[in-house]
């Protein structure tokens, strides 16, 4: 065994966290790419596309001095989900009903996308309203979306210390909606992520009934752990993730096993294999769209598969959405991805604000300063 499997084998240390943050530069500068295009008139299918070809190409640019080349590209595909479709929205060109969607000036949309290098997966997501400026800032209820769920994500990221529970942070989600008359959307799932795995045992609930909570349970954060913090919040205080008429086109592979029977089955799951090892992948990036969406139905079947299904709120509501990834040290949180691109706070102009608490914790420094300072000896 090298002695660099040995480093990284002991959890979020030097080398570990390089790899995390190569990843996470590569998906800033896919941000960066994206949000300039997303403007009227842009059709989704093709932000979705482009950006997926943009992180493929800055992953194939880095670590090639390793012997052997460690593997790296996407590990989220780009999702761009408008207005009440909650997520995991990335059409496909065999689909008229849906390759030809066009941005419209006043839309919400929700981008979610990731890379990996050697398995070290950076995933992100940030919500841009499109025509918005600091001269034609959002206001209403889309402004309460994203202020609330900005809010929510900067308050739970500093809630990610060692020792403390899956819980603190689900309440602080709660509390950092309420002023804003919003909610995070019922059952979204948060979760702990190593080399190669995004959706690890450790998992922190947004808005859970109670069966949810239930079948969660209670986990306590501990040093080295790194999570993808998903934040998403809805104008609908009642809400709950409704199934859509969406074709689905994100999975990824489970732990399980099965031999397949129909030889199709068999051919999309060999190159499912092959080109996304265990993260998530979209139809697109197979061979043959047509076939891959046959292939996939009888690996779901048998749980080789998860699909990554496109939810939605009522029609008329908004769902905003920011997405980080987070590593926990013992001196506190450290922030593996980076900030926004698009957000500033001239952009969005809502008439609510947060409560207190979750202000001050959200302008909270991530990892406290230690003052170093020696007391003066005490006067004889």
Not at 67 to 95: E, R
Not at 306 to 319: G, I, L, Q, R
Request: charged share 25%; glycine share 4%.
């Amino acid at each position: 065994m090298s002695q660099e499997k040995k480093v990284e084998e002991t959890g979020l240390n030097d080398i570990v966290i390089t790899k995390y943050k190569v990843a996470a530069d590569i998906v800033k500068r896919a941000f960066d790419q994206i949000t300039t295009k997303t403007v009227e008139g842009a059709k989704v299918i093709e932000l979705c596309t482009t950006t997926d070809k943009f992180i493929e190409e800055e992953a194939s640019k880095v670590f090639n001095n390793k012997k052997p080349i460690p593997p790296k590209g996407v590990s989220f595909p780009t999702c761009v989900s408008v207005n009440n479709i909650i997520s995991h929205f990335s059409p496909l060109a065999s689909d008229p009903e849906t390759s030809s969607l066009e941005l419209k000036n006043g839309d919400v949309v929700k981008i979610q996308l990731g890379a990996h290098i050697d398995g070290y997966a950076s995933i992100a997501a940030e919500t841009i309203v499109v025509g918005a400026s600091a001269e034609n800032p959002v206001t209403g209820r889309k402004a309460d979306a994203v202020q609330a769920a900005w809010y929510a994500a900067e308050a739970s990221i500093r809630q990610m210390k060692v020792g403390e529970k899956n819980w603190t942070v689900s309440e602080t989600v709660n509390k950092a909606t309420k002023p804003f008359e919003t909610a995070a959307v019922e059952g979204m799932l948060s979760c702990q992520m190593t080399q190669n795995v995004i959706d690890g045992k450790k998992r922190i609930i947004l808005n859970g009934n109670p069966q949810q909570k239930s079948d969660l349970g209670t986990h306590t954060f501990e040093e080295g752990e790194v999570y993808g913090i998903d934040v998403l919040v809805s104008t609908n205080k009642d809400n709950k993730p409704k199934d859509s008429s969406y074709q689905t086109t994100v999975y990824k592979r489970t732990d399980q096993t099965y031999i397949l029977k129909l030889a199709t089955a068999r051919r999309v799951y060999s190159e499912i294999q092959k080109k996304s090892g265990s993260f998530p992948f979209n139809l697109r990036t197979l061979e043959d769209e047509k076939r891959a969406r046959l292939g996939v139905q009888e690996s779901v079947q048998h749980s080789l598969l998860t699909p990554f299904d496109v939810s939605v709120d009522k029609s008329d509501e908004t769902v905003a959405q920011f997405f980080f990834t987070v590593g926990i040290t013992k001196n506190g949180p450290i922030r593996l991805t980076h900030p926004p691109s698009w957000l500033k706070p001239e952009f969005i102009k809502s008439d609510k604000q947060p409560d207190e608490e979750t202000k001050q914790l959200s302008q909270a420094a991530l990892r406290p300063k230690k003052n170093n300072k020696k007391k003066a000896a005490p006067a004889a």
